[in-house]
């Protein structure tokens, strides 16, 4: 029986309101084979936000319990909250195959990648700061205080994006879904990857 390549871990990072999510949403319905890791955190659900599907809704109290008991494969603390990446169910879907999704910060990023290095890492970055503004205000949910904190952080974001392996500037949401399609691609047919699973194995068959 041939061997499952083990899924990659890819990590996804930039400001809130770059757009994010939108892009998660295209690339899952190109890639069937994606595993989208479910981040824990401590802020309240939003409406229309489900305990499980869209983040695991701990207490503070909790939170703290999962770090002590090392359930995390990153935590960090985003604009008053914590948010963390179960490593369990991360690990379990790269073994059947699949692979992760993490969404999530700059702080937890370099977490990820002192722990596993062959993570692969994209920013996403929005075209300027004025539509990143803009698409802060526009989408409802924060307020004016919540919406300049944002903007803060989003600075500091923006001096960390030179550590990650790749940078997709989100100005159209197409070519950005279609860019980073093609980077998980590229990421599947490095040559160490390819060797190991397929060539090496059928050498050693001759």
């Not at 197409?174 to 059928?202: F, G, N, P, Q, W």
Request: charged letters at 35%; a negative charge.
């Amino acid at each position: 029986m041939k061997e499952i390549a083990k899924g990659k871990l890819l990590i996804i990072s930039g400001p809130s309101g770059v757009g994010k999510s939108t892009i998660l949403k295209e690339i899952f319905a190109r890639r069937k084979n994606l595993y989208f890791s479910v981040s824990a955190t401590t802020r309240p659900p939003r409406e229309g936000e489900t305990d499980g599907v869209h983040y695991h809704f701990l207490s503070v109290e909790k939170f703290q319990e999962w770090i002590a008991d090392h359930n995390f494969l990153e935590y960090a603390e985003y604009v008053g909250d914590f948010y963390g990446t179960p490593k369990k169910y991360a690990y379990e879907a790269m073994d059947a195959g699949r692979d992760v999704i993490l969404d999530i910060e700059i702080q937890g990023a370099e977490q990820v990648k002192k722990s596993c290095p062959e993570a692969v890492s994209v920013f996403i970055a929005p075209p300027d700061w004025n539509e990143l503004k803009r698409r802060l205000s526009e989408r409802g949910t924060d307020s004016p205080e919540k919406i300049q904190k944002r903007l803060l952080r989003a600075k500091v974001e923006f001096q960390s994006a030179g550590m990650y392996d790749y940078l997709l500037i989100n100005d159209d949401l197409k070519e950005s879904v279609k860019k980073l399609d093609a980077i998980i691609t590229a990421e599947h047919c490095r040559t160490k990857e390819l060797l190991k699973y397929d060539l090496i194995r059928e050498m050693d068959e001759l």
